[in-house]
């Protein structure tokens, strides 16, 4: 098979949660490790970080990854969905999977794949295990796919696990209180291995406490330790943002600059940095100039694109892959910021989200531009426009996310600002990521 037909093949084959939700993921991790063990069990031979929560796991992953970079390890950093190319999901040292790789391991495979009949996510996950086995990584961040506890990824004993942030998402699934998504996300909680909170959440601080005390496990709140405060707004012309971090309110890593300059880093970058502490008391060696340089260069090394991404400039244009009312809230709180006259906000969703309480977090006064992204799981941007309507948000549906982004740059005058977002499958189809 060429590198499309395998892909048209695993699409076609294997449920994907990405595209067709609920039925593309399977509880259990028996797929999983029956594919281990017929792979010759490659996850148990490269050290690892297992990072799960609700928002802010992707950025997690990739700072993890590239201070790790460069303090000059060999890293592999498994994240998904992919925003444009399946191959995204897999890098090591940021280097995408190499499409040949793929097309020969799902020939050598395929019978495998036939008789265990895994999810598309279960497949991904065996893959990259093998992947970065053979590229023996000194290190891999493993980012969660859904949940925690019957994660494909789950069949993993990491040296550290990291769990960024309780919201809620995926209540079908998850369960529908902040305390059960909790406890879904505490399942990568492993014996005797350290974990590190993000975020002090009292309602759902006792869960990771009971957890963790179950299992023997050190637990860490990193933000009693850490606390990150932006100072001032992005740099435009490098898209860099100056954060001071203290240590128990000391000075720790005074005036840094961070390649992610969405306000929600500042929840993500103590849990980064109390994981970094864990990982040097097992021997690494990362220097406050490699995590410096880390922060800063993180999308160049790692090739993560779509956080608070700046795509233009008079107007100004960015997209964020915010999905969730509390990732789209944070997100509306740092654009109001935003110097402007109008604002033209492109809009779409998936039909498995709380679209209602994702509305309520738009600005009434934006002008919108509603779509729907080219997957099943989209809601039918007429549908959108139609429930923002009855929240006092105004605008018009359109056939695609490009005609979306075109009417609403063309609408646009130099002052103003446009946001494209509301899902990560909207973002993956502006263009102008990618140039």
Not at 163 to 189: C, M, R, V, W, Y
Request: overall charge negative; glycine content about 8%.
């Amino acid at each position: 098979m060429t590198y499309s037909e395998t892909l048209a093949y695993l699409y076609e084959q294997l449920p994907m949660f990405q595209r067709v939700g609920a039925a593309g993921f399977k509880k259990g991790l028996g797929n999983t490790l029956a594919l281990a063990e017929a792979l010759g069990h490659p996850e148990r031979q490269f050290r690892i970080v297992h990072v799960a929560g609700t928002n802010g796991k992707g950025s997690s992953s990739h700072m993890l990854a590239a201070a790790l970079q460069a303090a000059g390890y060999k890293v592999g950093l498994y994240t998904s969905p992919h925003l444009r190319e399946f191959t995204e999901r897999i890098r090591v040292n940021g280097q995408e999977l190499p499409p040949d790789y793929l097309v020969d391991w799902v020939a050598r495979w395929k019978p495998l794949f036939e008789q265990v009949q895994p999810s598309f996510f279960e497949m991904c996950v065996a893959l990259a295990f093998a992947y970065f086995a053979e590229q023996r990584v000194d290190i891999a961040i493993i980012e969660v796919g859904l949940g925690g506890r019957f994660d494909s990824t789950n069949i993993i004993t990491p040296l550290v696990s990291l769990i960024t942030n309780i919201s809620f998402d995926h209540q079908a699934l998850l369960g529908n209180t902040l305390p059960e998504i909790a406890g879904e996300k505490a399942g990568i909680i492993k014996p005797g291995v350290p974990v590190v909170v993000s975020q002090t959440q009292p309602e759902v601080a006792p869960v990771f406490e009971r957890e963790a005390a179950s299992k023997l496990a050190h637990l860490v709140f990193a933000d009693q330790i850490y606390q990150a405060t932006f100072s001032g707004e992005p740099v435009p012309e490098t898209g860099l943002r100056h954060v001071n971090v203290t240590q128990h309110g000391r000075p720790y890593l005074p005036n840094a600059e961070l390649g992610l300059p969405g306000d929600y880093q500042q929840h993500n970058l103590p849990g980064v940095l109390a994981t970094l502490d864990e990982l040097r008391a097992l021997g690494f060696r990362l220097t406050e100039a490699a995590v410096r340089t880390g922060l800063r260069q993180v999308t160049q090394l790692t090739g993560l694109k779509g956080r608070w991404s700046i795509l233009g400039q008079r107007p100004l244009v960015v997209c964020d892959t915010g999905h969730n009312a509390a990732g789209l809230g944070m997100v509306m709180r740092q654009l109001l910021r935003v110097p402007h006259q109008r604002l033209h906000l492109v809009i779409g969703t998936v039909n498995d989200k709380d679209v209602a309480g994702m509305l309520a977090m738009l600005p009434p006064e934006a002008t919108y531009y509603f779509c729907a992204a080219n997957i099943p799981r989209a809601l039918p941007a007429p549908e959108l426009a139609q429930q923002a309507a009855e929240l006092g948000l105004a605008g018009q549906p359109y056939a695609s996310v490009p005609a979306a982004v075109a009417a609403a740059r063309a609408a646009a005058a130099p002052a103003d600002v446009v946001f494209i977002g509301g899902s990560t499958f909207v973002v993956a189809e502006v263009e102008e990521l990618y140039q």
